[in-house]
């Protein structure tokens, strides 16, 4: 197959089927696996790398262990004692690799630098980091605060991405505490900010570099710093489509092009 | 005790009281190391992590230089090069070590994220790229240049941070050079730039992603990109409180949120 | 000679000559050694380090590769295979070396915090990152994608900053595509944010920590987030230097400072 | 507890008892760890790394496999790979545990420089060899032969012990390879070397430096270079005491010096 | 093709004819490829491994200086600079890469425990530890000796094998130094110690673990320690075969056990 | 000065004399540096190296544990964590370094192989071993026992040279347990084996690879397996010159070459 050739998937079982989330994860590993084959096979300079993070594990979970563990370990957190941490949280909470499947899937449909699931894995900070942040946030959770902590401190070194330990992605909780709740499919532009007991509501959009200190309603967008609503307080513009069903990082050139003086 | 449980102090010397500072390091130490232990003990995941950087050591000095030769070493400069270094700069310049302690105690009362001491010295990046950086500005003072900024280039590596080692923290000299002079007690909020020959005032807060090319005066408040004065160039909205008496990063939304249109 | 007096270059060859660039790579490559013999003999603790990156090698090239394989490299990706790797690229495309000479040199000549070649080489990270970069740009256009992608991932997490492969610096393209066109002697800020197919002319400047949506006419000056041309979108004001001709970052703050509030 | 004062261990059950054999493992793993913790109390040197190789883990198996993935990793042959490795072996073949089990009680009842069960477990270059021997052996027959022989070289290059993963180390199995069998309860002083397909019976001694080319039969002493049988080879002299009941390499000096000229 | 079945050669350039020297290179690198082909598919593990330490090369000389380069760096000797010293050494002297391959050949043909070409270059000591020896004496020669001997220290360390770089291995010398001459084809057993100013005669054997102060002539084996002539001094028995022939080790056992009393 | 010329030392301080050890260290360290300032600059490969090993030090004992903390560091047992262990051991007890520098001087002055001070101080196992040893001896005798003996497995691991940490070199003690006792001036051949409860009386020596199980007289020669004394059991011969003044490996052939049969 040429190098860059692209892989044509055979059909994978729709996201929100009902069909079991573990055939999902099979369907995702195995596209994994194929994409990581193909590229060694064309570039062998990378093979071993390849081998190394992906073709030599047996599932997703142990790659994702193995991969974060050599990300983040350093002279005294060593890769070993890591790689235990991960593979023990993966296996004693499956939800865990579920949401890592549903990363891999959404940035692969919607993010269009996004060119292979293996890419993703392998290369996406954001991925990475959130893949990291999950199990801290679990660790936080079992009053285990030392080692989450720690965690995230190596997390916010090495993928430059700083989310607390306490904070939880996925479902906008009650208010009640200091952190920021993020609804599901917003999307959050590079280097943006957000602060203290904020909601970002259901497919909402963060502007790049935007740094965000007020509520933010479904579907709206915001962008500047201190950034505003595209739209005004009072009234806000809606955006039709689905939430975050797009990654495209430069769609808010068109909406935010008019605002600017 | 239970994991998670805090630690009740012993009362500390106070911070302004005429204790001499070598109590309040002592002080210090000796509940960055109960800390320690009882971590230790509630996660031995975590052990080895806390008995290599903190409890093997004997002081406040060396289990900072040892964990900064760690945090900042690379193939090309060795941990134990690093480590010499320290060690030297801290043994030959206890006002570094008096520093840092400050830092610690400050961090502790201030910063509502800030969990313990242990905490601080381990995981904080502002509070480990700070120490860093002061040993490079007293190279960069010996004329010890090339040194200097190396140790600069490595600081902004791992910590993101990146203050040139010639530019002072703490008290706001003359003018008369290309970098600015922050006064104390100031919080700087996560990204914020700050460029040229300015004066931060005292207990002035810069709020997060703000890019401040002006001075600013004491006690007032600056946000945005450009940043601007909250309540005005003419006017400022001067506050009460104490310089740098809270490090709480959302105290900026009510002082901004009027601002926001 | 005392550690801190600057060397006193032999008259260069002209950047705009007809000399040829060997001459220019040989001159550079020639200062730079001049210079980390100078720092090693007054800076024993940094010999070693100087002699690793620069003094052991014959040829600019091979510093260079050296240098990028010890910061680029990982546990998974090792430093001998990134070596390997960049001294090939340099050895099959001569123009790459070319261009690290001319920003070597812009560098030194404009922006007044490069205090040697030596110095920009070993410490700065545009400098480094816009090197890696040119080589993950050359693997992308080969169609050797996975490997382009793999180094900018790792450019991203040392440098922390981030060029898709795709992107090409220098000349300004034709559009048709979904990245920025950077065109010559353009000052970019730090912290500055460019996305989407946005056109920066030559010699423009982009304000420390802007958010870049809109086109950049040459010469002209954006600010802000979103980033606004000085003088207004209608008729923005021209500055009159020369294409990039001065690095100082801080040189927006007269620009600027009549238009904050 | 004084620092070298030693352990008494509540009774254990008996090596050839009808225990099973989880239970001599568990009550094994309990006295090092008791001896792991009292010796990090008393040291604190050496108590980040008794963490990383013990006290933080939950089993003996996992102990090893973290330990031996540690010492026998190398820039190529990542830790993390290993570790992978070890666990999956031990957890797919108990009987390999209950092999380090019984080493571990042999070497403390019966060497009399083994002070402790952790201090075999972490030092005793023979013991932790034998461990990933019978790791390297096992990969040989399942006909994993490159892996196997890539674990002998690390095996050699760390412990400086050469020994072929076709050897079988235990009962001494029938000849017809090239080969040494090596009985049950030999044995072998430093630096001996044995070659060929020659068979060393239960309860033989060879001793230090020996090169043995012959067979040895049970419970007799071979000694030189080349190694003889004392007694000589006719009648040699069969020693009363239990096979390998006891590990003092000085016990040969009685045996052998009248030998000598 | 099953895991562990033998790769079926292709007729090789037989070893003595008058084929260039470079045929023969690329025979033995293209089975040496071959094989690793092989063993990455039949053994993911190890695929990683492989890549990057043979299929990741474009030549025998590359993938021998990446891999000594990775056995032989320390903390404080790059691997980067090792690789890089080597690669040099062996573009600047074709003769080290036919040594190699006719050390390749011999050891495939003539040891039963070596399986595969690619089984010597990765992990036979004795293998590695000569091509290291031969670029230190080339270096040697060049009066590089700091270098040498610091080469020297790594092999020692590394691979347990103390050659000293004055020595020349291939063709005895006339006398005139401390240092044995090795004649051709000579067979070395494990542990064996030769010293002072003896020569060793084409097609010799040195028993495993023997002394050898005295010549040895060409065709003789010497055993024992100190090592006598099989045969006795003034009339030993000359073996048949070919210098090296067989590398078997244990054929001393035949020659040897008639002497042992 | 040429590559490979040798330095002429100015007239060092006789070993025996009155001066003080403290003008031995200081002259002994000056030549060190001296050589490697030499050689660094006749060989830029190797400069890094000398460098960060020998130059950038301020003393013997600063090098030493460096080199040593390097050398004898593993991924589970930190080049900080031994670098500190060693400075303050050495502080703590400044026989160490005077035994050090009178290693160094006899080196350098009985074995021929020696060629350089620092060549013995970088490169020697002997000497490495022997310094390591020291340090792990004296923790032994402050019951710093499990300390003593992971340092005891380091040197065993890396310089292959295995000396139980409870062996005391230098003055032969009284009998009464398990060591041998090794007087001054012994010379031990490579790979020799002494053991047990034997003295080894002043000025013997041991010829390599030999394993002694016998007391050894004064100034008396043994060798072979089992170790014989030369001239016999009841009247050995005694050799003239001074207790170990020489370090010629090779002075044993003629010694011996009489017994050979």
């Not at 939800?95 to 060119?115: F, G, K, M, N, Y």
């Not at 699931?117 to 679990?138: D, P, T």
């Not at 769609?251 to 600017?260: L, V």
Request: proline share 7%.
């Amino acid at each position: 197959m040429p190098p860059d050739e692209e892989l044509r998937y055979p059909s994978p079982p729709p996201i929100d089927s009902n069909t079991t989330t573990d055939d999902e994860a099979g369907w995702v590993w195995a596209q994994i696996k194929a994409e990581a084959r193909r590229d060694a096979e064309s570039e062998p300079a990378l093979a071993s790398y390849l081998y190394s993070t992906i073709l030599s594990h047996s599932s997703l979970e142990r790659s994702l262990a193995f991969h974060l563990g050599n990300k983040l370990c350093s002279s005294t957190l060593l890769s070993t004692l890591l790689y235990d941490l991960f593979l023990d949280t993966f296996a004693s909470d499956p939800s865990l690799c579920v949401a890592a499947v549903a990363d891999l899937r959404a940035a692969r449909v919607r993010d269009p630098a996004c060119i292979s699931f293996s890419h993703c894995l392998l290369n996406f900070k954001g991925f990475l980091a959130c893949q990291a942040h999950r199990i801290a946030h679990k660790l936080w959770n079992q009053s285990r605060r030392p080692l989450a902590l720690a965690l995230h401190s190596r997390i916010s070194d090495v993928f430059a991405v700083d989310i607390h330990p306490a904070a939880k992605i996925g479902k906008g909780k009650a208010s009640g505490d200091r952190h920021p709740k993020i609804g599901d499919g917003v999307l959050i532009g590079a280097g943006a900010i957000i602060l203290g007991d904020v909601k970002i509501g259901k497919g909402a959009k963060i502007g790049a570099g935007s740094v965000v200190l007020i509520d933010v309603p479904p579907r709206t967008t915001t962008v500047g710093n201190p950034a505003r609503l595209i739209g005004g307080k009072e009234k806000p513009t809606k955006h039709e489509e689905c939430p975050g069903e797009s990654m495209d990082h430069t769609s808010f050139i068109s909406d935010w092009s008019d605002y600017i003086i």
